[in-house]
């Protein structure tokens, strides 16, 4: 999980953490693609605050300095971890991973779980290195998430804090989850939630609104995901909410979908791992969207590209209704 940071005034260093963090960049430069040289290397200039002599936060330093977000380091941090890990545990001739794709699902197991996973993935792979949905793969596996998996399993899915942090570092804050939980919040840390004993859609919304809706279909038959969807949107062009992140699946085909065209939205580039009440991961069988309803564009653009393709309206932004 991404912390929250404190923004601290830029600070002078010594000779001796200058010099050491000119090392450090220097393995990030040989490529951000590097696994086993760009992660300990932001991991160390991150825990040494290397970067304060010239930037407030890590975040602003990684999007100045490499141009990177902080989820994006996150990830890369995390799966260097767990490649040091594997090398220290597999035989010698056994490939080890390369990148940050291939390793990304391992992270969601405890570290006495992951060689074996990977080594299973390697052998699925006839003895070479796994591709990332390989390993994906195995991974559902041992966790026992079903391969096919939908929405019949639990309505409920909570979503990771890299995307949330994102909607935050967008909408500065979050004043209400209207679909949440205890459990969920404790990521999203919204002001004020609604859950579903509550019953959200019944309830006043205001503010700065985080909405990740359940999966499946209400009592009356009808797709979640459109009541909630239509709601948001019904509030928001009625100024009952100052702004919104919605978080969807990309179901282009369906009709509650088309009324997402006229905002803003991040396509996904890969399929979220969501986590459920018993804390198994939920990954659906495609990929999501993150809509923005609101004015900064081009601040939505910048900050959730590194999920995947954004879009936006082709004038811009186009009032719905």
């Known amino acids: 999980m991404i912390e929250a940071e404190i923004v601290i005034t830029a600070e002078a260093m010594t000779q001796a953490e200058c010099d050491r963090l000119s090392r ?49 380091a996150a990830r890369m941090i995390d799966a260097a971890q767990v490649a040091d890990h594997l090398a220290k545990c597999l035989p010698r001739e056994t490939p080890k991973p390369t990148n940050e794709r291939q390793v990304r699902a391992l992270t969601a197991l405890p570290a006495k779980e992951q060689p074996e996973a990977w080594a299973a993935a390697v052998d699925r792979s006839g003895g070479k290195q796994p591709t990332g949905r390989v390993v994906e793969e195995v991974v559902r596996e041992v966790r026992g998430i079903p391969a096919a998996l939908t929405s019949s399993k639990s309505n409920e899915h909570y979503t990771p804090a890299p995307y949330v942090d994102a909607a935050r570092d967008l909408m500065g804050w979050i004043d209400l989850d209207p679909a949440s ?141």
């Open 24 to 72: 450090l960049e220097a393995l990030v430069e040989i490529g951000l693609d590097s696994l086993m040289r760009a992660g300990p290397a932001l991991l160390a200039i991150r825990d040494s605050r290397l970067y304060r002599a010239t930037h407030g936060t890590f975040a602003d330093y990684l999007l100045d300095r490499w141009g990177i977000h902080r989820a994006h």
């Open 181 to 321: 939980c205890e459990q969920a919040n404790r990521t999203v840390r919204a002001t004020k939630i609604h859950t579903a004993e509550d019953d959200g859609l019944a309830q006043p919304w205001a503010g700065r609104v985080w909405l990740n809706p359940p999966y499946g279909r209400g009592d009356g038959g009808e797709s979640n995901q459109k009541r909630w969807t239509e709601s948001v949107i019904g509030r928001y062009e009625r100024d009952e909410i100052d702004q919104a992140v919605v978080l969807v699946g990309a179901r282009t085909g369906e009709k509650w979908f088309q009324l997402l065209w006229y905002y803003p939205i991040c396509f996904t580039d890969h399929r979220i791992a969501f986590e459920s009440p018993g804390g198994a991961g939920d990954q659906p069988t495609q990929g999501s969207a993150l809509v923005y309803l609101g004015h900064e564009i081009e601040r939505f653009v910048k900050i959730f590209s590194q999920f995947g393709q954004c879009v936006i309206p082709a004038d811009g932004y186009s009032e719905a209704g």
